[in-house]
Structures are given as structure tokens and as C-alpha cells.
């Protein structure tokens, strides 16, 4: 029985419109009617199990992995709200996200800014790693782009169609010894056919973020499925670090790892989500001093700057012009409420200088006697401006 638009599975949720189709199923957009909400219903594709004889087995092992995805709960992880068969439709109900997905996403743009994945694989690690930490630790084996949804600013994990939970007496849908996953985004070991393990869902994330960051996974190109397996097998993709030159170090070298050929090389998750958010934290250190504007100059700082072009004029011997800039300087640091700073003293010990250059020798010397008393009360007698004017005027006397 194939389902269409406008059916309700389980007399529940009526089918609005597919919004995806993958190997595994089709995802469309429905309605709870139940609920009054918006769901999204994936029917898996059922062809390897078509034979009536394995309709039971498949319905329990679905039905046992099923309750196993309703029962997580992570932030970044989509919500399973609902299964169930409908006729010969075997079909998994979630939360409906905004999108779009990763892989659409990259399509768009090609390469994505470095800070950006940084952000998402952190939250992907995060899912991951509460996947793999659970007491039925569950591996997905089939990340790629396409299975990130973006909801907001959130990515969420999505698409458990092939989902291992690694209990040693657990039936699984998907049997070992057969390739599951996507080619150009599986682990060695996976392409092989051998039994799942966490390393699995690292070698592909690993390679997730090498697509994010590159346009596209290293091992694709043309050939099809069995080309694709033996490059994912036996060839060393290059360095994203060569081909994306402003990736830094250390992003570079933990995808390396993540894409070792051997999972024992490989570093764990919980690693791996350790190390993105460090490098999430440096990269927010960073952007917010490059977007800090520099901070607003203060008087003091302003005026010492007007200073120096005030002590040019006074070595070039332009005497009344180098007074007026030392007293603009006095006049805005008193406006300013900085009547007290060395730069106030400052300014005024130029214009005593500027007097004295013009032969105003008596004036200038009862002007430093006051200066050089409010200086010493205001900065102490040992502060390096109160010496100069001590020293100027024992040569003045």
C-alpha cells in the first residue's frame, strides 16, 4: 500500500505535502488532527522487506527501535512523537522543523564560514555524545548534511530510519554484514559491512565537517556506490587544511583524527565535542573583540595628543600659537572636570614656557611658583612633571 497527500495514517495525522525523499523513506508535512499541530511523518521505505513472511519480524524490530528514538531527549535532537503502521506503511511521527537542512544549506552557499560550523558541530557533538552515553548507547550510521536540520539557530539531528542501539540481544531492522549509510559520508569499517559502534557516527561527522568546510565530501565524485566505498576505504583525502587554507589547526587536525581509517585512531565523541567547544569559545573571544569598537578616548588622552602638537609649535618658535594650543588644552580639560590631571599641569607649564620665550620672565615667574605648588599638592612631590618644573625653575632663578 503506498500512501499519497490528503491520507491520514493511523485515521490521525493527514499527509499535507512531502517535503523530502531519501533512500530510507519520504518525509511529508501533516496535520495532528488529534493535536490540532503540524508533525512531520517519515514512511520508511520497505523494499528489502517485502516478503510477507518477514512482515512480522520487521514490524517488531521497527516497533522496538521506534520506542527507542521517542524516548530521547535533547536539545538537539529531533522529538519522535509517534509510529505506527498504517496497512503495509510503516511510518515514524516527529516535530516539524523550520529547516533547512545542511545539505541544502552548503548547496547554497558551498562553503560555509568557519565560525558557523564550529557552531553547529558543537551542537551535533552534543547530540551525538548523549547518544552514545545512554544505557542503550545508540549509534545513528547515517549522518551527513542532509540529516542536520537547522530550527531556528538549533541543528537537530534527524533521520534514526537506520539506527543501531548497541544491546547484544537487540534485533536490529538493519542486519550486519550489509552496507548501510550513505557511501561518501560511512566509515571504513561501515562500507565494510561490519557491526556498528560509535566510531562509526565519528568518522562520519568527521567528514561532515571536512563538507562543510570544502564544499563537499572528499570521497564523492563519480563512479557510484562501489567507487565511492573503496575511496572511503582506501584513500587519504587531502588535508582540509590544504584545501581551505584559513581553517585553523586545531579544527584541522581533530577532523583528521575523526577520519582516521582506523576507529581505534579515532578520538571519542565526548573528545570531540570537548574540542569544538573550545574552539567555539576562542572563535566568541575573538569576534567580540573584533566587533568591540575601541574605547572612547578619554580627556587626559585627547589632550596629551594636543599637547605634542602644541610642544611642535613651541620648537618651531611660533610662541603665540603654542600658548593658545596649551591653553585650548587647560580649557577643555577644566570643562571636562580633569582640572587635577598631570595633563592640566602640563598644559599650563607649555604656556609658562611660551611666556617666558616671548620675555615675559616676570609673570611666567609667580605663574610657575603657583603651578608648581598646585602640581606638587595634586600629584606629589616625587611625580615626574613636578621635578621638570622644579628643575626649570631653579634654572630660571
Known amino acids: 500500500m503506498s500512501v499519497s497527500v490528503g491520507q491520514a495514517l493511523g485515521d490521525r495525522y493527514r499527509l499535507v505535502e512531502r517535503i523530502g525523499r531519501g533512500g530510507h ?19 520508511l521505505s520497505r523494499s528489502k522487506h517485502a516478503d510477507p513472511r518477514t512482515t512480522g519480524e520487521f514490524h517488531a524490530r521497527f516497533d522496538r ?9 535533547h536539545p538537539n535532537i529531533v522529538t519522535v512523537h509517534d509510529r505506527g503502521v498504517h496497512g503495509e506503511a510503516t511510518y515514524v511521527v516527529m516535530e ?21 560550523v564550529t557552531a553547529y558541530g558543537a551542537q551535533t557533538a552534543a547530540a551525538i555524545e548523549y547518544l552514545h552515553r545512554r544505557a542503550e548507547p545508540v549509534v545513528h550510521r547515517d549522518l551527513k548534511p542532509s540529516n542536520l536540520v537547522l530550527d531556528g539557530e538549533a541543528v537537530k539531528v534527524c533521520d534514526f530510519g537506520i ?23 560511512a566509515a571504513p569499517e561501515q562500507c565494510r559491512g561490519e557491526d556498528a559502534t560509535a566510531a562509526w557516527d565519528v568518522f562520519s561527522f568527521g567528514t561532515v565537517l571536512y563538507a562543510m568546510l570544502a564544499g563537499g565530501s572528499p570521497f564523492a565524485g563519480q563512479g ?3 567507487l565511492a566505498t573503496y575511496r572511503v576505504q582506501y584513500e587519504q583525502p587531502a588535508p582540509i587544511a590544504e584545501v581551505r587554507r584559513d581553517v585553523p589547526e586545531p579544527l584541522a587536525e581533530l577532523i583528521e583524527a575523526m577520519m582516521a581509517k582506523t576507529a581505534d585512531d579515532r578520538p571519542t565523541v565526548s573528545e570531540v565535542r570537548r574540542r569544538l567547544a573550545g574552539l567555539l569559545a ?7 573583540v573584533t566587533r568591540s569598537a575601541p574605547p572612547e578616548p578619554t580627556p587626559p588622552t585627547l589632550a596629551r595628543a594636543q599637547l605634542r602638537a602644541a610642544e611642535q609649535l613651541l620648537n618651531l618658535g611660533r610662541y603665540a600659537e603654542a600658548d593658545e594650543g596649551f591653553a585650548a588644552v587647560g580649557r577643555s580639560l577644566d570643562a571636562a572636570g580633569y582640572g587635577r ?19 615675559e620672565g616676570v609673570s611666567c615667574a609667580l605663574r610657575l611658583v603657583r603651578l608648581l605648588e598646585h602640581a606638587e599638592q595634586a600629584l606629589g612631590p616625587g611625580d615626574e612633571l613636578v621635578r621638570a618644573l622644579r628643575r626649570f625653575q631653579q634654572a630660571r632663578s
Do not use: N
Request: hydrophobic share 40%; net charge neutral; no cysteine.
Open 163 to 185: 539506527a543501531a542501539v548497541l544491546e547484544p540481544d537487540l534485533t536490529k531492522i538493519t542486519r550486519s554484514g550489509e552496507m548501510v549509510g550513505t557511501p561518501v559520508y
Open 341 to 359: 590631571d598631570s595633563a592640566r599641569f602640563a598644559a599650563e607649564f607649555g604656556r609658562v614656557r611660551a611666556g617666558y620665550a616671548r620675555g
Open 96 to 116: 516539524l522543523l523550520a529547516g533547512p537542512d545542511l545539505g541544502t544549506l552548503q548547496r547554497s552557499e558551498v562553503v560555509l564560514p568557519i565560525e558557523r
Open 224 to 226: 557510484g556506490w562501489e
Open 282 to 288: 576562542s572563535e566568541s573571544r575573538a569576534a567580540t
Open 65 to 73: 527501535e521506534a520506542r527507542v528514538m521517542a524516548s530521547l531527549r
Open 25 to 43: 523513506g519520504e518525509v511529508y508535512r501533516a496535520r495532528d488532527e488529534s493535536l490540532d499541530r503540524s508533525v512531520a511523518v517519515k514512511v
